[in-house]
């Protein structure tokens, strides 16, 4: 009985031990996997922070390369117009000198022209006289209305009258007598010349000069002399041309846009002209 208990206890031992082995075993394959696991997982995190870590260096690498074009595009739109500023100033500094250049050259003319009227502070005789003699030729040159009515220009003791129409040589001297004149009769240059300056150069204009009686012989329609005044015929004139079937036997005043003096031309009377009247003032 004895033995019995002893071999069971023995066994009971054995069995023990088999079972703490197997237990210990199965606790280390337990630790094994969980390792196992443990290090796939961290493989895994790895990994994905692996692939994290990348993808923020691809987007910092993106959000980096376009801030810095950005920043290069701002600079370059910044430099563009730093140099059109300073293109426009240049310009402007130009347009002011060439304006002060002008005003400086205009101020120095003004001064040597004052430099020559005035010596000290008066004017000179010579000044004086000159500009005395500038005035009255410009009184002259000037058509004025005076004493003269109403669309008339004075010159001297004579008023004129410039038509705006055009008619025949008969109806302009009919015309003027209407207006208790004449006809312009030119008695001197100096006439002439006024009579040339306020009248327009693109017209030709009848006077009171007429070839009556025979053929040459001209004579004013006031009476005056033909041969006490002067004349002043255009070249070649007068000619009397045979073309027109009545003559040439008005005389006129010939457009000229070459020569401050208008010279005279003989023209067919019944061909229709301005016409220029006179009468005392």
Not at 81 to 94: A, T, W
Request: proline content about 2%; aromatic content about 10%; some cysteine.
């Amino acid at each position: 009985m004895k033995s019995d208990l002893a071999a069971n206890a023995k066994m009971g031992v054995r069995d023990k031990l088999w079972l703490l082995m197997a237990v210990v075993l199965l606790l280390q394959e337990c630790v094994q996997h969980a390792n196992s696991n443990t290090w796939k997982g961290n493989h895994e995190a790895m990994e994905s922070q692996y692939h994290q870590v990348e993808s923020l260096d691809r987007s910092s690498v993106y959000q980096n390369t376009t801030k810095t074009v950005f920043v290069g595009m701002k600079r370059i739109v910044i430099f563009v117009l730093y140099g059109l500023l300073v293109l426009l100033l240049l310009i402007l500094l130009l347009v002011t000198g060439i304006k002060f250049s002008q005003l400086s050259r205009e101020i120095t003319d003004l001064k040597q022209y004052l430099g020559k009227t005035n010596h000290g502070g008066t004017t000179s005789a010579l000044g004086s006289g000159e500009m005395t003699v500038h005035s009255a030729a410009l009184e002259e040159l000037t058509p004025i209305r005076g004493t003269c009515s109403e669309g008339w220009v004075s010159y001297q003791s004579s008023c004129y009258l410039v038509s705006i129409t055009s008619i025949t040589w008969s109806k302009a001297e009919e015309q003027c007598k209407a207006h208790g004149g004449h006809l312009l009769v030119l008695n001197t240059a100096e006439e002439l010349d006024y009579i040339s300056r306020i009248v327009p150069i693109k017209y030709a204009y009848w006077i009171g000069l007429v070839e009556r009686h025979h053929e040459g012989q001209w004579s004013w329609v006031d009476g005056t002399d033909y041969r006490s005044t002067p004349t002043f015929w255009d070249e070649g004139q007068p000619d009397d041309w045979d073309y027109r079937e009545n003559g040439e036997d008005c005389g006129q005043l010939h457009p000229s846009e070459r020569r401050e003096r208008r010279l005279w031309n003989d023209a067919d009377c019944n061909i229709k002209f301005h016409y220029i009247c006179e009468k005392r003032a």
